[in-house]
């Protein structure tokens, strides 16, 4: 096995304070450059404001992006299952359209509710990331109260309760408290 000489192979090797070439960190030799492994993240450079910002306005218009995508898909996903429903339907007699009805409106309003979710975390992503001015707070702040008062008239839409009321579970027969309670 060949020896490496800090001169001839590693012509880049700076010498220390006292003049002694380096053998810590030396650079590789031409040949072996493209083996070379990829910097450490103290040489990468810190991202300027510029490339920060467009780096947030892409994050948030994908997300933007899955949003309506989860909207269209739950909206299509609804539908197609209100169409088995409603076949089925046809074979049941004694089944009324009113509760396939109701489902469809549950799952358009599932589908709208996990769309807004996405939209409004693009949204706060866009807005606090990029520009965090009063101005854009407020406007900000008035997109989630809208998008908020959104989702709970769909909750309270698609369940018949508010979303801070809760279920009661249903009593139990014949039990008169805990059990092995005299």
Same mark, same amino acid.
């Given at each position: 096995?060949? &020896?490496?000489? #800090? %001169?001839?192979?590693?012509?880049?090797?700076?010498?220390?304070?006292? %003049? &002694?070439?380096?053998?810590?960190?030396?650079?590789?030799?031409?040949?072996?450059?493209?083996? !070379?492994? +990829? !910097?450490? =993240?103290?040489?990468?450079?810190?991202?300027?404001? @510029?490339?920060?910002?467009?780096?947030? *306005?892409?994050?948030?218009?994908?997300? *933007?992006?899955? %949003?309506?995508? +989860?909207? +269209?898909?739950?909206?299509?996903?609804?539908?197609?299952?209100?169409?088995?429903?409603?076949? &089925?339907?046809?074979?049941?007699?004694? +089944? %009324?359209? *009113?509760?396939?009805?109701?489902?469809?409106?549950?799952?358009?309003?599932?589908?709208?509710?996990?769309?807004?979710?996405?939209?409004?975390? !693009?949204?706060?992503?866009?807005?606090?990331?990029?520009?965090?001015?009063?101005?854009?707070?407020?406007?900000?702040?008035?997109?989630?109260?809208?998008?908020?008062?959104?989702?709970?008239? #769909?909750?309270? *839409?698609?369940?018949?309760?508010?979303?801070?009321?809760?279920?009661?579970?249903? @009593?139990?027969?014949?039990?008169?408290?805990?059990?092995?309670? =005299?």
């Amino acid at each position: 096995m060949p &020896r490496l000489r #800090l %001169g001839a192979d590693f012509p880049h090797a700076q010498p220390d304070s006292v %003049g &002694r070439p380096l053998a810590r960190a030396p650079r590789l030799p031409r040949r072996l450059a493209g083996l !070379a492994p +990829v !910097a450490s =993240a103290a040489h990468v450079p810190a991202m300027d404001r @510029a490339t920060s910002v467009a780096l947030a *306005e892409a994050l948030a218009r994908g997300i *933007e992006l899955t %949003g309506i995508a +989860v909207m +269209v898909a739950g909206g299509l996903a609804a539908l197609a299952a209100f169409l088995v429903r409603l076949a &089925r339907r046809r074979r049941q007699p004694g +089944v %009324g359209f *009113e509760p396939t009805y109701r489902d469809l409106r549950a799952d358009l309003g599932r589908a709208i509710l996990l769309g807004l979710e996405f939209l409004v975390a !693009a949204d706060i992503i866009g807005t606090v990331a990029v520009a965090p001015t009063f101005a854009n707070l407020g406007v900000l702040a008035l997109i989630v109260a809208i998008r908020t008062f959104l989702s709970f008239s #769909l909750e309270l *839409e698609i369940s018949g309760r508010w979303p801070w009321q809760h279920v009661s579970p249903p @009593a139990s027969r014949g039990a008169s408290g805990p059990a092995g309670a =005299a």
